[in-house]
């Protein structure tokens, strides 16, 4: 489905996030399990001050329930069809995972630990239910209000969608899948001659 | 390939032939001529000798990398935005991340050849200063365009009275452009421009659809598009069993060097040979802190050093001293180089040390599609050099009423590794399919212009900000002119117009000029001249107040041109060391 366009994001955010407060605290609506556990925010692993994660940090940054949202999430900005794969069987939310574990720049992990919860709470005001349990036509309408609103970067909400966007982007095309299976990129291989316009089919236009 | 040969033991008893400050471009030929020469020769590298094979990896794919060819999240490199809102030193403020780079040392496979930015600080205007320690410093990484200067750039003042002309015109270096062309390699094809000379070109690569369609518009409008000339050996070098010929892989649109050396780096073009002389000796991790005068001669004794990692400090003797360290660090050794003799450092009689600094101005320039491209199969584009270029069109036959000297375009198009046309809007099935849709679509290019060599655009040493080693800092006094804005608004609107021509739908045109220093090709910095007043050396890159001290990467350039630098610094180094070893033989220095 999708929503009555146009939609004031600004308008709309101020009846959401009263919403949110009520899940935030005792919820007033039912929730399902993934997507209460999908609202919690996950206690970031204690480092020593000055010191740097180390890369094999056994620590995941998503719970397994926001792990399970962010595929979706990630599906949607990228998803599959008839030519390959999309996000999701290009593993790039553990990418995202990684990265966001890893990194030493709060603000980015700020904006995927208040994001999500965002995300939940929008899912709920417009459709009445968690991302997880929506419809494809309903996730794409939810990613459409923000898409739709992605130059209000004041909004936490926006900046969590052109973060999801760019780093699923990034992720998808650095995969076997994005790469071979949907660009078909011809390159990085030993060439013996240069190929150049004069060696390919010519352009009909 | 064969295995780079063995480091000899350093005998820092010795007297040396020369000595050689740097091992990059100008280090690592002055180092090939001399031992060819029959010197013995000592080369001192401030950085490591790198794995340099396993830093580049240029085959290798994305997902088979940790962070995808990024750099490690522990680290960060500088972006433009940064450079716009900070002033140098770009150390404080960045305290979270273990390593601090400049823009280049933004992938996997370049931040260990460029500095630690906080080990290294410098004050003063905004720079974008790029180095690289290491062995073969920025040639590891270098973009490869190897063009020749032409008497439009060394008799420039004769045209339009600005600055100073060069000592030399284009027939005293033409034979030495020859003999690097023919000693290292470079792919290009003839053009017969008296303003971009042509070198001795191996086998050229070829242009795509849409570089071809650019080519026939701009031909239209009198104007020239030309493959990339790379300083890569495209038929190989049966005088070099370290490098490789190129076998057109990927990787090479990448920030990254090319580990078959195809593309010319100076270990393997011109020092590893070097040292199967058996006169050359390479000492890395050896930051040099001072050129050392006999208070009896003034002349050049040897050089004092500080080993890197241990921070044992070190003199060597030699006959010769070449400073070889890049414009900026050669600048910043002779100001370092003070001493009853030379209060205002080494070889400054003039004051013109650190003057008359130039470099390139870059950002403005046009991304387009082409149509005729939309919806086609991918095709191979990638493992070239390069795409193209486009030579200079201002001021040749007319005079640009707005400014004076020119610019270039350096571009290319088609499909690389990861696609460009994900900055669209949207997401979902459509975007998916709209960025493989125009996956080979996309062309762009962006220009070079000349800043002008201005007595006023300088550097010199910071009186309290030193480095790691406790070496004075350079402190920068450089901006872009009047004559440099003009030029960047006329880059921005040619760029548009070419692309018009050419039936392109213009995506973007940018008009941001990047901060000072974006081009790595600072110049100019202790200029050649025939008047010891108003230059540093002379024609042959000697010292015009120390007779036994030459100078000889791109700090000695009279002005910037615009075409880029390195190949014109190597020609004019082996120049300056033929000259200096028949100097050396005949016993006149």
């Known amino acids: 489905m999708s929503l009555k366009n146009p939609i004031d994001l600004r308008q709309d955010r101020r009846q959401w996030l009263i919403t949110s407060a009520g899940v935030l605290g005792a919820s007033l609506l039912p929730v399902s399990d993934l997507a209460a556990s999908a609202l919690q925010v996950p206690t970031p692993p204690v480092v020593p001050h000055g010191t740097v994660p180390e890369a094999q940090s ?54 995927w630990r208040d994001g999500l919860p965002l995300i939940e709470v929008m899912c709920r005001h417009y ?79 | 390939m064969a295995e780079p040969p063995k480091s000899e033991e350093v005998d820092l ?27 013995k020769v000592l080369l001192l590298e401030a950085g490591k000798k790198l794995p340099i094979e396993k830093e580049l990896r240029s085959m290798e794919w994305p997902y088979d990398n940790r962070y995808r060819g990024d750099l490690p999240p522990n680290s960060h490199s500088l972006t433009f935005n940064e450079y716009t809102i900070r002033n140098p030193p770009y150390g404080p403020g960045f305290e979270k991340f273990k390593h601090l780079k400049s823009y280049v040392g933004d992938s996997d496979y370049t931040k260990n050849i460029v500095v630690d930015e906080r080990e290294n600080p410098y004050t003063g205007t905004r720079y974008a200063w790029v180095r690289a320690r290491c062995l073969g410093g920025k040639t590891n990484i270098w973009g490869r365009l190897a063009l020749r200067l032409s008497d439009y750039d060394f008799k420039a003042k004769s045209r339009d009275g600005f ?97 078959i050396h195809a593309a010319f780096d100076s270990p393997t073009g011109l020092i590893y040979p070097a040292m199967d002389t058996g006169n050359l000796t390479v000492r890395s991790n050896s930051t040099v802190r001072e050129i050392t005068v006999d208070p009896n001669t003034g002349k050049a004794s040897g ?62 320039g046009v991304y387009g599609r082409d149509k005729n491209r939309v919806g086609k199969p991918a095709t191979l584009d990638d493992g070239r050099p390069g795409g193209f270029y486009v030579p200079r069109f201002r001021n040749l036959d007319t005079k640009d009423p707005n400014f004076i000297r020119a610019y270039g375009f350096e571009g290319g198009s088609g499909c690389q590794m990861f696609p460009s046309g994900t900055g669209i809007p949207g997401f979902g099935a459509s975007f998916k399919e709209e960025v493989r849709k125009n996956y080979g679509a996309f062309i762009g290019m962006g ?41 960047a608004k006329d880059m921005k609107e040619t760029a548009q117009e070419m692309f018009e021509e050419a039936g392109f739908e213009i995506v973007r045109v940018n008009d941001r000029v990047l901060t000072e220093g974006w ?15 108003t230059s540093v050396v002379s024609q042959f890159q000697q010292a015009h107040d120390v007779k036994n001290l030459f100078i000889v990467d791109g700090s000695t350039h009279v002005n910037a041109s615009c075409q880029n630098p390195t190949w014109t610094i190597m020609a004019l180094c082996w120049r300056s060391c033929d000259y200096l070893a028949d100097q050396f033989a005949k016993g006149n220095i």
């Not at chain 2, 060599?453 to 309290?464: F, G, I, Q, S």
């Not at chain 2, 081009?519 to 007043?533: A, C, N, V, Y």
Request: hydrophobic share 35%; aromatic share 10%; charged share 25%.
């Open chain 1, 58 to 111: 056994p620590a995941t940054f998503f719970t397994s329930a926001q792990h399970a949202l962010v595929e979706e999430l990630a599906e949607t900005i990228i998803p599959a069809d008839s030519r390959s794969g999309g996000a999701k069987a290009a593993k790039v939310a553990d990418f995202i995972d990684q990265f966001l574990r890893e990194t030493s720049d709060d603000a980015e992990k700020s904006v």
């Open chain 2, 303 to 364: 050089v004092s050093f500080i080993d890197s990692e241990t921070m044992k400090d070190y003199h060597v003797r030699a006959k010769f001293v070449i400073l070889a360290a890049s414009t900026l660090e050669s600048a910043r050794l002779l100001l370092l180089s003070k001493s009853r003799l030379f209060p205002n450092g080494l070889a400054n009689s003039s004051g013109h040390v650190g003057h008359n600094f130039c470099e390139h101005i870059m950002g403005p």
């Open chain 2, 447 to 487: 220009a070079f212009g000349e800043v002008l060599a201005r007595y006023e655009n300088y550097v010199d040493l910071d009186p309290v900000v030193k480095d790691k080693w406790g070496i004075p800092a350079l402190r920068f006094h450089y901006k872009f002119g009047d004559n440099e804005l003009k030029m």
């Open chain 2, 13 to 39: 008893s010795k007297l040396y032939d020369a000595v050689v400050i740097g091992s990059g471009a100008a280090g690592g030929m002055a180092s090939h001529v001399l031992t060819s020469h029959g010197m």
């Open chain 2, 163 to 259: 600055g100073e002309d060069w000592p030399i015109s284009y027939a005293d270096i033409a034979p030495y452009y020859d003999k690097v062309d023919l000693y290292l390699g470079i792919t290009g094809v003839k053009e017969n421009l008296p303003y971009l000379p042509d070198s001795i070109f191996q086998r050229p690569t070829k242009l795509n659809c849409a570089e071809v369609t650019l080519q026939q518009g701009l031909r239209k409008m009198g104007r020239v598009l030309t493959q990339y000339r790379a300083g890569v050996t495209t038929d190989g070098l049966k005088h070099n069993k370290y490098r490789s010929r190129c076998y057109g892989r990927g990787a090479c649109e990448r920030k990254g060097g090319c580990d």
């Open chain 1, 127 to 205: 459709h009445g239910k968690s991302f997880v349990d929506s419809t494809p036509e309903e996730r794409v309408a939810i990613l459409t209000v923000l898409s739709d609103h992605a130059h209000l970067t004041d909004l936490p909400e926006v900046r969590f969608f052109n973060s999801l966007k760019r780093m699923t982007v990034d992720g998808y095309y650095t995969s076997k899948i994005g790469i071979h299976d949907e660009l078909q990129y011809k390159g990085n291989r030993i060439n013996m001659e240069f190929v150049g316009c004069d060696d390919q089919p010519p352009a009909k236009s």
């Open chain 2, 519 to 533: 081009s790595i090709h600072e110049l100019g910095t202790s200029r050649m001249g025939d008047d010891p007043k």
